[in-house]
């Protein structure tokens, strides 16, 4: 019991009251020390090439608060069947909010005159020889109504009660009703604030005024911080072809890219727009094909002798939606000091390294081992041998 007591006792003193340290051992070898070197040398690369300069990890990051509103302007005009109509932007955006996210229309079947009753479907869809192939009260997924249970002896389809006439949307006009969209602009205009900095900005930086927004056209180089964008240009920058795109719809993106260093004045804060083609390429080889472009159904509904009637459009057009994207950046010193420990700690894979190659590849492997680990009682030790740097030279 007593012995037990006693290495309690030693054990705990010993924890207390003793102290390790690390024994340093010059060891005089070429290789070893060109390997230490090198790795030194990749790990000040990385902290400076890729941790400072490349990822900026003395810089604290923030992303905006964006608002985004959108103005067309613009007339089109169409000849159909000898009927002349002009369509102004309450004709042919969608919605007409000014929303980030809208439609402009570029081409359209429309079905006149169509009010509530009884009508046969169109040719070729839920055929029918008896009234028993159109069971009453039922729908069917590509329909357009209510059967009613007759089948209708001239087209051989089903009754429905529906919006007649049902619209016949099998042709697409070619070439696009509207292909005067093309010659449409868009005027956007994005603020944003980036909360943690305390920074606020608007597309209309410095330098645009009124008198340059009456007369600018954005160009990549011209005029890149212009706020008015051609039709025509947003599909081409995309990379689709206007009429392509016009016949059958489809979506476009413009990404408002804002990525500010505010270590520099604040006005250098500027507006990137990028533009990509989302959807809509008819020559896609894909299982888009399935689906190709954009469209939906709109109807203007209207009173003809106390009878309710509509026109129904079915819309082909352009779908774009505004993204804004944003990253600001500003000096501190926290991620600052954060990354330079990171780095410093780094370092130590330099010595783990030329410990395994000293200890367990070399040929004098046992006497490296034998310098570099000791175990010393410091109780009774003489002063003058303190002094516990050892410097060994191995053979090259």
Same mark, same amino acid.
């Given at each position: 019991?007593?012995?037990?007591?006693?290495?309690?006792?030693?054990?705990?003193?010993?924890?207390?009251? =003793?102290?390790?340290?690390?024994? @340093?051992?010059? !060891?005089?070898?070429?290789?070893?020390?060109?390997?230490?070197?090198?790795?030194?040398?990749?790990?000040?690369?990385?902290?400076?090439?890729?941790?400072?300069?490349?990822?900026?990890?003395?810089?604290?990051?923030?992303?905006?608060?964006?608002?985004?509103?959108?103005?067309?302007?613009?007339?089109?005009?169409? &000849? =159909? /069947?000898? +009927?002349?109509?002009?369509?102004?932007?309450?004709?042919? !955006?969608?919605?007409?909010?000014?929303?980030?996210?809208?439609?402009?229309?570029?081409?359209?079947?429309?079905?006149?005159?169509?009010?509530?009753?009884?009508?046969?479907?169109?040719?070729?869809?839920?055929?029918?020889?008896?009234?028993?192939?159109?069971?009453?009260?039922?729908? %069917?997924?590509?329909?357009?109504?209510?059967?009613?249970?007759?089948?209708?002896?001239?087209? &051989?389809?089903?009754?429905?009660?529906?919006?007649?006439?049902? =619209?016949?949307?099998?042709?697409?006009?070619?070439?696009?009703?509207?292909?005067? #969209?093309?010659?449409?602009?868009?005027?956007?205009?994005?603020?944003?604030?980036?909360?943690?900095?305390?920074?606020?900005?608007?597309?209309?930086?410095?330098?645009?005024?009124?008198?340059?927004?009456?007369?600018?056209?954005?160009?990549?180089?011209?005029?890149?911080?212009?706020?008015?964008? &051609?039709?025509?240009?947003?599909?081409?920058?995309?990379?689709?072809?206007?009429?392509?795109?016009?016949?059958?719809?489809?979506?476009?993106?413009?990404?408002?890219?804002?990525?500010? &260093?505010?270590?520099?004045?604040?006005?250098?804060?500027?507006?990137?727009?990028?533009?990509?083609?989302?959807?809509?390429?008819?020559?896609?080889?894909?299982?888009?094909? #399935?689906? !190709?472009?954009?469209?939906?159904?709109?109807?203007?509904?209207?009173?003809? /002798?106390?009878? @309710?009637?509509?026109?129904?459009? %079915?819309?082909?057009?352009?779908?774009?939606?505004?993204?804004?994207?944003?990253?600001?950046?500003?000096?501190?010193?926290?991620?600052?000091?954060?990354?330079?420990?990171?780095?410093?700690?780094?370092?130590? +894979?330099?010595?783990?390294?030329?410990?395994?190659?000293?200890?367990?590849?070399?040929?004098?492997? #046992?006497?490296?081992?034998?310098?570099?680990?000791?175990?010393?009682?410091?109780?009774?030790?003489?002063?003058?041998? =303190? /002094?516990?740097?050892?410097?060994?030279?191995?053979?090259?």
């Amino acid at each position: 019991m007593e012995k037990m007591r006693n290495k309690i006792t030693n054990a705990i003193s010993d924890f207390f009251f =003793e102290y390790e340290t690390p024994r @340093q051992v010059l !060891v005089r070898n070429r290789r070893v020390g060109v390997v230490c070197r090198l790795i030194q040398l990749g790990v000040l690369a990385y902290i400076i090439g890729w941790v400072f300069i490349y990822e900026k990890g003395y810089q604290s990051t923030d992303t905006a608060v964006s608002s985004v509103f959108t103005k067309m302007k613009g007339v089109g005009y169409t &000849n =159909e /069947d000898g +009927v002349e109509k002009v369509w102004d932007v309450a004709d042919y !955006v969608f919605p007409p909010q000014g929303d980030a996210s809208f439609v402009v229309m570029t081409n359209y079947i429309i079905t006149e005159g169509q009010s509530l009753g009884k009508c046969p479907e169109l040719p070729g869809k839920h055929n029918c020889t008896s009234n028993g192939d159109c069971e009453r009260g039922n729908y %069917k997924r590509t329909g357009h109504g209510k059967m009613t249970g007759i089948c209708n002896n001239v087209t &051989n389809t089903c009754e429905v009660m529906t919006w007649c006439p049902v =619209e016949n949307d099998t042709h697409i006009p070619d070439p696009p009703l509207l292909m005067s #969209a093309e010659n449409t602009t868009l005027f956007i205009k994005n603020s944003v604030t980036f909360p943690v900095f305390g920074v606020s900005r608007s597309n209309l930086v410095e330098g645009i005024d009124v008198e340059y927004i009456n007369s600018c056209l954005y160009h990549p180089e011209k005029a890149p911080l212009c706020p008015i964008f &051609n039709m025509g240009d947003i599909v081409k920058l995309s990379g689709f072809n206007f009429e392509t795109i016009a016949k059958v719809g489809g979506a476009i993106g413009i990404v408002v890219d804002w990525t500010c &260093n505010f270590d520099l004045a604040v006005q250098h804060c500027k507006p990137q727009y990028t533009f990509h083609g989302l959807y809509g390429n008819p020559n896609e080889t894909d299982k888009a094909r #399935a689906s !190709v472009g954009y469209n939906f159904r709109y109807a203007r509904h209207y009173f003809e /002798d106390k009878v @309710q009637k509509r026109t129904l459009l %079915k819309v082909f057009g352009i779908r774009i939606d505004i993204i804004v994207q944003s990253l600001g950046r500003k000096f501190d010193i926290i991620p600052t000091l954060t990354a330079i420990g990171s780095g410093v700690g780094i370092f130590g +894979v330099a010595t783990v390294v030329c410990d395994l190659v000293l200890l367990y590849l070399l040929p004098k492997r #046992a006497f490296y081992k034998n310098m570099k680990f000791k175990y010393t009682d410091t109780q009774g030790q003489d002063p003058e041998l =303190e /002094d516990c740097s050892i410097e060994t030279e191995a053979p090259q």
